[in-house]
C-alpha cells in the first residue's frame, strides 16, 4: 500500500498499533484522489492493515459533484464508514478541487454511527492541514477498545411491544435524520411492496442512484430493515465487487455506478431511484403493482397516522414501520403454514386475500415463497379464483 503522506512517529514507534481481539475499531484511514493516481490510501493506522478497495469506497464514482457525502460500505468481515469533502483550491496540480474522505473500519456495524461525527470533523481538517494526524492518531488509541463509544453496551430502555418486535432481529443501526424512514416511503410510494416481496424472496436487489450516496445508504438500510432473516446489506458496492456479488444468493447495496446496471447476472432487481427493473421473466410478475397492493400501501399511511395520533409517544418511527412488516410477514406465513399442514395442501384465492396478496397477480410470489422456505403447497387453478 502507498502512503502519500508520512505515518506519524507516535504510530510507528508504539507496540500497541498490532490489532488484537479485544478491538473494535481495526483501523483509521484518509483516501485522497490524486490527479495522476486515481483514489489512493493517503494514510492509515494500522500502516500494515490491508485496505484494498477502500479507497474506491471511500470516494464513490460520482463524488466530484457534490461537497461533502458519507458512505457506509462492508469491507471483508468488517464495516466501513467515510466521510468525504470537497474543497476548492487555486492550484493547476490539483485541478482546483481537493478531494479527500476520512473513514473507520469496525467489527461491529452497530457502531459505526458513534464515529461518524469526528469523521465529518476530521475530513475538513485534513483538507486544511495536509498531512497531520494527530487527532486520528490519538482517536484510534484512545477508542479502539472502548465499549461504550463503540456501541458495546446497549441500555434496555425498550418498551414490552419493542422488544417484541426487536427480539428476533438484530440492530442495523446507522444514523438516521429524523423522519427518515417516511421519507423512504413516501420516496417509493406503493412500490415499497415490490421491494418487500423480493426481500421476502431473498433476492438481490440493487439501488442506483447519483452521488450524495450517504442517502442512498439509509434506503439500502431501511430496505433491509423490511425483513432482516436473511437479507445480506451490504450498504455501498461498485463494480470491483461485481464477481462476489454473481456469488451472493441474497443481498441489497447501493451503488452509484450505472455501469452495473449492464451485469444483469449480478443481480434479481435493479432500481434506478424510483424505476424498477428485474431481468427474469418469470420474476417480472412481482414487480407488477396490483390492487392488494395499493390497498396495503393505504394501510401502511393510514397505520402511521393512527401510531402518531393515538396519543402513544411514538420516538421511533423506524420500530413503528418495521412492526407493521412484521405483522404483514407474519400474516403471509401464518397461512402458507396453516394450508401446508392440510390434507389437501391447496392455496384457494380466499388464502390469497386472508394472507393480503392479489389472487391472480400475487401466483408467482406465493409459488416462489412457497418453493424457497420448502412449504409444500398447491396453488389453486387460475380460472376458478372465486374458490
Given at each position: 500500500m502507498e502512503n502519500i503522506g508520512y505515518v506519524d512517529e507516535i504510530f510507528s514507534s508504539t507496540d500497541s498499533a498490532v490489532v488484537n481481539s479485544n478491538d473494535f475499531i481495526i483501523a483509521l484511514f484518509v483516501v485522497v484522489f490524486d490527479t495522476k493516481k486515481g483514489n489512493c490510501i493517503e494514510w492509515c493506522i494500522p500502516n500494515d492493515i490491508d485496505l484494498t478497495g477502500v479507497e474506491f469506497k471511500a470516494i464513490v464514482s460520482g463524488s466530484h459533484t457534490v461537497t461533502e457525502d458519507f458512505v457506509y460500505f462492508r469491507h471483508q468481515e468488517h464495516y466501513g464508514l467515510s466521510c468525504f469533502a470537497l474543497k476548492s483550491v487555486n492550484n493547476a496540480e490539483e485541478r482546483g478541487a481537493r478531494m479527500k474522505s476520512v473513514g473507520i473500519i469496525c467489527t461491529k456495524y452497530t457502531s459505526l454511527h458513534e464515529h461518524q461525527d469526528f469523521l465529518e470533523l476530521q475530513v475538513k481538517y485534513v483538507l486544511e492541514k495536509q498531512y497531520q494526524y494527530h487527532d486520528l492518531i490519538s482517536y484510534y488509541f484512545t477508542y479502539r477498545n472502548c465499549p461504550n463509544r463503540n456501541n458495546a453496551f446497549i441500555e434496555k430502555k425498550d418498551t414490552d411491544d419493542e422488544i417484541k418486535y426487536k427480539k428476533?432481529?438484530?440492530?442495523?443501526?446507522?444514523?438516521?435524520?429524523?423522519?427518515?424512514?417516511?421519507?423512504?416511503?413516501?420516496?417509493?410510494?406503493v412500490s415499497i411492496f415490490v421491494l418487500w416481496k423480493f426481500l421476502l424472496l431473498k433476492k438481490r436487489i440493487l439501488l442506483f442512484a447519483p452521488p450524495p450516496v450517504g442517502t442512498?445508504?439509509?434506503?439500502?438500510?431501511?430496505?433491509?430493515?423490511?425483513?432482516?432473516?436473511?437479507?445480506?446489506?451490504?450498504?455501498y458496492v461498485n463494480v470491483g465487487n461485481l464477481l462476489a456479488l454473481q456469488n451472493m444468493d441474497s443481498f441489497i447495496a447501493c451503488t452509484t455506478e450505472s455501469i452495473l446496471y449492464n451485469k444483469q447476472e449480478?443481480?434479481?432487481?435493479?432500481?434506478?431511484?424510483?424505476?424498477?427493473?428485474?431481468?427474469?421473466?418469470?420474476?417480472?410478475?412481482?414487480?407488477?403493482?396490483?390492487?392488494?397492493?395499493?390497498?396495503?400501501?393505504?394501510?401502511?399511511?393510514?397505520?402511521?397516522?393512527?401510531?402518531?395520533?393515538?396519543?402513544?409517544?411514538?420516538?421511533?418511527?423506524?420500530?413503528?414501520?418495521?412492526?407493521?412488516?412484521?405483522?404483514?410477514?407474519?400474516?403471509?406465513?401464518?397461512?402458507?403454514?396453516?394450508?401446508?399442514?392440510?390434507?389437501?395442501?391447496?392455496?384457494?384465492?380466499?388464502?390469497?386475500?386472508?394472507m393480503g396478496l392479489d389472487p391472480r397477480s400475487d401466483r408467482v410470489f406465493v409459488s416462489e415463497l412457497a418453493e424457497l422456505y420448502d412449504i409444500k403447497l398447491q396453488m389453486y387453478n387460475r380460472a376458478c379464483c372465486g374458490s
Open positions: 428476533h432481529f438484530s440492530v442495523l443501526k446507522i444514523r438516521h435524520p429524523v423522519g427518515c424512514f417516511s421519507q423512504f416511503i413516501a420516496y417509493f410510494g442512498q445508504c439509509y434506503r439500502a438500510n431501511h430496505g433491509y430493515d423490511l425483513h432482516r432473516n436473511f437479507v445480506n446489506n451490504l450498504f449480478a443481480y434479481d432487481l435493479y432500481v434506478n431511484k424510483q424505476s424498477i427493473e428485474c431481468p427474469s421473466q418469470r420474476l417480472k410478475h412481482v414487480t407488477k403493482i396490483n390492487s392488494a397492493d395499493y390497498d396495503r400501501y393505504s394501510r401502511l399511511c393510514k397505520y402511521s397516522e393512527e401510531q402518531l395520533s393515538s396519543g402513544l409517544e411514538v420516538t421511533d418511527d423506524e420500530i413503528m414501520y418495521i412492526r407493521f412488516f412484521i405483522e404483514q410477514n407474519n400474516r403471509i406465513f401464518k397461512v402458507l403454514y396453516d394450508v401446508a399442514s392440510q390434507e389437501d395442501k391447496l392455496i384457494t384465492s380466499n388464502h390469497m386475500k386472508e
